[in-house]
């Protein structure tokens, strides 16, 4: 353990960073675990889609579900860059924000438990209210969250943090997934989903007792001239790094083919007339999927750097989405969903990590923001063009846009993507 908290070239970093980066490194695993095990019993690819299938048979409606968490995710993150860059210290932010983030669990766990004493149109309004709420909260704590961990989290375990909270939250998850069947099984609806938001909230409260335990150094940060808007800045960005131009465009078309993601749960379902208990086998296998994939990609990424771990990825999507054309059974349909989540996992833990390496450190809060905002519509737009396409023409067609959407975004990264760390 003393060797794995060794840091190359300690003495060009912060000393406060180099004292605590055992109490830092703990504290973050801690509050990703707890943050992710909450987050199993909402989540937004299985559990929310079915639940809102209660209430609604529209496509459009449940597609909101994935829409509104990954846009929510992405859209306000460039729009703290600025803000953020004249800030010596990111984690008082990070906790004003993370109330936010934390809070409406509790108030879709009340909304369950009322939800059959609504009107079922108010149900629905309030229930995608008091979730866009979280997504977006979540959108406004995640730079400088990512800004924080980029500082108390030196370049040299910044992989292994990732890798490890990701795996052990995901761990944390599959075992929320457990409970989370059961209590689909065995309690009366609405209840079961009252009592697992509020085992959510409970969790993700405790993962905030975590995150407030970071020992941040105060650091002094230059700013960009204030004359220059977030605007200015894009084109100033894009105009100077058409490497990274291509890197966003590719972003966008693997967003756009995440459309079918949130419906591979309601689709199966459906298809084979299954009780909504199967959501949490979902779950569990989205899980498991991450589980390999973090920690795969994770070292693929360390060792030949994130475009390549893309790449691969774009390729695992393509099948996913051709397999799913075809499947005729549960079983299928759950290693078909596996593989798309194999995928997804290296995505995420791409896109946590590439767009930092684009760019000098001055501009990082910058670039996150980019990597995020410019393509954030993408995310909101694919579920619910998903949605419309499904209420138009079937799941299937559906599906096979998306896989075509996948083929292009492949040979964007492939053919037009340079590796960052080459090309600075």
Not at 37 to 47: H, L, N, R
Not at 181 to 200: E, Q, S
Not at 270 to 277: A, G
């Amino acid at each position: 353990m003393r060797n794995f908290f060794s840091i190359p070239n300690a003495h060009t970093l912060n000393p406060e960073v180099v004292k605590h980066i055992k109490r830092n490194f703990f504290a973050n695993i801690l509050d990703a675990g707890f943050w992710f095990f909450g987050d199993s019993f909402v989540a937004a690819y299985t559990i929310l889609p079915v639940f809102m299938s209660t209430l609604t048979d529209s496509p459009i409606l449940i597609g909101m579900i994935p829409a509104l968490e990954g846009a929510g995710w992405f859209l306000p993150q460039l729009f703290l860059a600025k803000h953020l860059e004249s800030k010596n210290r990111r984690l008082p932010l990070v906790l004003k924000l993370g109330i936010f983030d934390r809070v409406p669990y509790l108030f879709l766990a009340l909304g369950a438990y009322l939800v059959l004493k609504l009107d079922q149109k108010v149900a629905i309004v309030l229930f995608l209210l008091f979730y866009g709420i979280k997504a977006f909260s979540s959108g406004l704590v995640a730079l400088p969250w990512q800004e924080l961990i980029a500082t108390v989290i030196p370049v040299s375990h910044r992989g292994r943090y990732w890798g490890f909270s990701l795996i052990l939250g995901k761990l944390l998850g599959m075992f929320g997934a457990i409970i989370a069947g059961l209590m689909l099984a065995k309690i009366t609806y609405p209840l079961n989903y009252a009592y697992m938001f509020l085992v959510g909230f409970v969790c993700v409260a405790i993962s905030y007792v975590f995150l407030s335990l970071n020992i941040e150094p105060e650091i002094n940060r230059q700013t960009f001239a204030k004359n220059i808007n977030v605007w200015g800045r894009i084109k100033v960005i894009l105009d100077a790094n058409k490497n990274f131009a291509a890197f966003l465009v590719n972003r966008g078309f693997v967003f756009l083919s995440f459309m079918g993601l949130g419906f591979v749960t309601v689709y199966g379902i459906e298809k084979f007339h299954l009780p909504i208990s199967y959501s949490a086998i979902f779950t569990a296998v989205m899980l498991i999927a991450e589980v390999v994939g973090f920690g795969i990609w994770g070292t693929i990424g360390d060792k030949d750097g994130y475009k390549r771990v893309i790449e691969v990825c774009n390729l695992f999507l393509i099948v996913g989405l051709f397999a799913l054309l075809f499947v005729e059974s549960i079983w299928g349909l759950y290693v078909v969903f596996g593989i798309i989540s194999f995928a997804h996992s290296g995505e995420f833990i791409a896109d946590q990590n590439i767009a930092m390496e684009f760019g000098k450190e001055a501009d990082r809060p910058t670039y996150i923001g980019m990597s995020k905002t410019i393509i954030g519509p993408f995310l909101l737009a694919a579920p619910i063009i998903g949605g419309g396409i499904v209420k138009l023409w079937g799941y299937q067609s559906m599906f096979l846009t998306a896989l075509i959407i996948s083929m292009i975004a492949f040979v964007i990264i492939k053919f037009f993507v340079e590796e960052p760390r080459l090309s600075n």
